[in-house]
């Protein structure tokens, strides 16, 4: 009997230690896996956030969502709010995940998952929204603009969350610009300014502001303007012979720039009209001699304008004596003869160097040997060699 009583208190012990652990783990596990778990989301405005609300272990108690207004969206299953925009995902005893589509600024905010247990538990998500950039607009183009104004390109966008960037480009090439942010409501406006000194090669330069914004990876915004820019003309001369002489074809060319373009162009000689017409042609900017001879000696000008100003250009034509200039030209013979004339100097200055050095450098050397004996030095075996030459001189004078 004693021992049958000892063995039922053990029995006893035994049970109500485990029923201790049992109600230990119950409570470990309700109170760490009946924690909702959510996580925070961005979206970009107009597109759809998913906001889920989870929990490891649930015994059948429901789950809820609410906006920042604390508006009930949904509870478990049951839509709460009357908004088309908001839809059920999935529902369970482990998860309520919910979408939001067409989202706007006014969503942003901080979202509350709720598990109604006693007492009820709840966690938070913050749903961040991202305000898209406007397409940018440049301002401040004058068309057409003159070389030497001073103009101020200004690009601006609206609507970006956070604020944008603005980068200028001229033709691909990136150039700073000045950036202001003004805050507007939960959106930004940014404007960029670029300050141009303008310069004929500016002319067809295409000025491109472009949005950099974290809403924007995919699909970049950018706005282009070509600048047109009028000017002076500018003017030169280019000839198809070098030596043009008697009988043969010569074409000048007047080689004009400026906006608008100067055309026509007009080609005058010593001053006056073209004296013979029949062998000077004039077709567009060029001056054609279908056969030279002396009497085209002189002074040709061309002359181009716009509503900017006006340039010339001139070229002196020399008809040479095809007989008197030789087979190969007068040229050939001229630099023939210079380049021989500096051949020959150079190589007798170099003679002259050359012996030069080494007279010098003999004399230097039987200097210092003839005072080396006592000497300390090269230069005191000069100077002693030096003083030994006037003594030996002196010597032989006063025998």
Known sequence: MILKHHLVLTLCAVYGILLKVTAQKSTLRGSSGQQPLVQNQTVTEGGTANMT???????????????????????????ALRDNRIELVRASWSE???SISEVT?????????????????????YLTVLGVPEMPEIDGLTKPALEGDEITLTCMTH???????????????????????NASGKTFTVTSSLQLLVDRDDDGAAYTCKVDHVALLQTPQQTTEVLEVHYAPRVAITNSLMFPQEGQYLKLECVSKGNPSPDPVMWTKDGGELPDLERMIVEGRELTFTTLNKTDNGTYRCEASNHLGTSSAEYLLYVYDPNAMGQHGPDHALIGGVVAVVVFVTLCLIIVLG?????HKGTYLTNEAKGADDAPDADTAIINAEGNTHAEEKKEYFI
């Open 159 to 181: 609507g970006s969350k956070p604020a944008a960037d603005l980068r200028w480009f001229r033709n691909e090439k990136e150039i700073k610009g000045a950036k202001e942010v």
């Open 355 to 359: 012996r030069y050095l080494a007279r």
């Open 105 to 125: 600024l006014a969503d942003e905010g901080m979202y509350t998952c709720s598990l109604f247990t006693m007492p009820v538990k709840t966690a938070k998500a």
């Open 53 to 79: 609300c989870r929990v490891e272990y649930n015994d059948q108690t429901s789950l809820q969502w609410s906006n920042p207004a604390q508006q009930t969206l949904f509870f478990g299953d049951k839509k």
């Open 96 to 98: 309520l995940t919910i």
